[in-house]
């Protein structure tokens, strides 16, 4: 099983379909459909199209060839051609090549790697949070599939490492497949799998800064009148933790509890370094 998020969108059973018209390209009447199935607004979209047909025509002309949308929304392509010294310039007739080379699959590819990349810059802001997630799966080497949400009501399916779970829960009872525990998010990143664009999210369960986030959790409104530094965890076995004022007794176990492990509170008079 795979640790990157599928593509959301409608699953169409054909390749993406263009009409053509004498030399260029009606893409007027695909925008929404485009916009829907990627999450892309219609710049974004028309961004990659203009770069995927400049890409492939060019390859396909051996010249540079520039893609672009008139007013209309017509796509058209000009092929830039170096003659004894003389740029020519010579509009393409679109609709010989879409065919030949493969274009709606070179155009959903480009507009899945977009999104993948769009919803990578989302996520990555989010990096250092905690996540509740539920244990999914398991793969040979031990992996952890966690389904979570980084923004409410937007599922992803992230990995959380074996080497990033501490030992004393890798084959715990609390550990099993259906049970919600809390996650540090670690690393979001696009990355190819087997040439299809993915969103990769790693999470883990041995950061320091999980038990910060824990003990702010618990908090609630509370924690912002808090300081709050974990400056050594043995995991397993105890964090060590500085604030600046008193937490609640409630708070702590609740954390010890979650990461079973002992948290250990030291409130400290001067201020606390991160």
């Not at 929404?32 to 892309?40: D, G, H, N, T």
Request: hydrophobic share 40%; charged share 25%.
């Amino acid at each position: 099983m795979s640790h990157v998020r599928k593509n959301k969108g409608k699953q169409s059973s054909s390749p993406t379909q263009f009409t053509i018209r004498r030399k260029y390209v009606n893409i007027a009447t695909l925008l929404p459909v485009l916009r829907e199935k990627y999450a892309l607004n219609n710049a974004e979209v028309m961004a990659e199209i203009e770069l995927t047909f400049s890409a492939v025509l060019s390859r396909l002309y051996q010249v540079e060839v520039m893609a672009f949308f008139t007013d209309e929304f017509q796509l058209q392509a000009i092929a830039y051609e170096k003659r004894s010294g003389v740029i020519h310039q010579r509009q393409l007739d679109i609709r010989a090549v879409v065919g030949k080379t493969s274009m709606a699959r070179h155009l959903q590819h480009s507009l899945a790697k977009a999104e993948v990349i769009r919803q990578a810059q989302r996520y990555k802001p989010q990096a250092g949070t905690l996540l509740w997630g539920e244990i999914a799966d398991r793969d040979s080497e031990r992996n952890i599939y966690i389904r979570t949400e980084i923004f409410g009501g937007d599922p992803v399916l992230a990995v959380c490492p074996a080497n990033r779970v501490g030992v004393h829960e890798r084959h715990s009872r609390l550990f099993q497949i259906g049970e919600t525990r809390a996650f540090h998010l670690r690393l979001v990143e696009p990355v190819l799998l087997n040439g299809i664009p993915r969103l990769k999210i790693v999470v883990d369960r041995v950061s320091k800064t999980l038990v910060v986030t824990l003990l702010r959790s618990y908090l609630g409104n509370e924690q912002k009148r808090v300081n709050i530094h974990c400056v050594k965890r043995y995991v397993g076995h105890k964090s060590i933790v500085l604030v600046d004022r008193m937490l609640p007794r409630t708070v702590i176990k609740a954390v010890d509890r979650e990461l079973r492990e002992r948290v250990e509170v030291h409130i400290v008079n001067h201020p606390i370094a991160h």
